[in-house]
């Protein structure tokens, strides 16, 4: 298995872009989890999907984020618009159910200038 | 919202000494995992401790759980450059379907 693919790796845009990030979770796990992390805060968890559907999606930071997971393959996280305070390494995770040990992708490193 | 808080923030030994990390908890779980990061890299599941067990060994990583104290460490023997990394705990409860994430220990092993 490749593990949890997610694209872009690098993502540069300019204050009021959309920016969306893409993530492929491990076939057959049915969690998946989207993080952020900063220097300043740490790794936060933003929303976690179980089997496709939103389970607690608190840790958004505001309305300017959204996720979807519209199958069991793909999910996405948007931005928009996009702001200077975003800038931040975004993970995508993916687990199979409890006791959630979580796989990890390599990450996509957004700056917003 | 973090639950777990490890220590020491950033820890620097030398290849072959041991190193040991604790991490620290508020509410009840189900278990207790622990993660390492390399710099720039996404983060590698080492060991999960369930709620019920008092230590783990994985290789050369020993893991110790008391539920009592809301505490866990992880002990790294015979460290090597290699294990120079950020660990992170991250604690599942036993309400919550999600897991929270330490700030981490920055271990540096100087060869």
């Known amino acids: 298995d490749a593990g949890v693919i997610q694209s872009p790796r690098h993502e540069v845009t300019e204050m009021g872009q959309e920016v969306t990030l893409r993530c492929k979770p491990i076939s057959g796990h049915n969690s998946l989890f989207w993080y952020r992390q900063t220097m300043m805060r740490g790794l936060e968890l933003l929303i976690y999907f179980n089997n496709n559907v939103p389970i607690d999606d608190s840790g958004m930071p505001e309305d300017r984020f959204s996720a979807k997971m519209p199958n069991a393959s793909f999910s996405t996280l948007k931005i928009q618009p996009s702001e200077p305070r975003d800038s931040a390494v975004y993970f995508c995770a993916s687990g199979p159910d409890k006791p959630w040990e979580q796989y990890f992708g390599p990450g996509t490193r957004l700056t917003v200038t | ?111």
């Open chain 2, 1 to 111: 919202s973090q639950q777990g808080e490890e220590d020491p923030q950033a820890l620097s030994i030398q290849e072959g000494e041991n190193a040991t990390m604790n991490c620290s908890y508020k509410t009840s779980i189900n278990n207790l995992q622990w993660y390492r990061q390399n710099s720039g890299r996404g983060l590698v599941h080492l060991i999960l401790i369930r709620s019920n067990e008092r230590e783990k060994h994985s290789g050369r990583l020993r893991v110790t759980l008391d539920t009592s104290k809301k505490s866990s460490s992880l002990l790294i023997t015979a460290s090597r450059a290699a294990d120079t990394a950020s660990y992170f705990c991250a604690t599942a409860s036993w309400n919550n379907n999600d897991m929270r994430f330490g700030a981490g220990t920055r271990l540096t092993v100087k060869p």
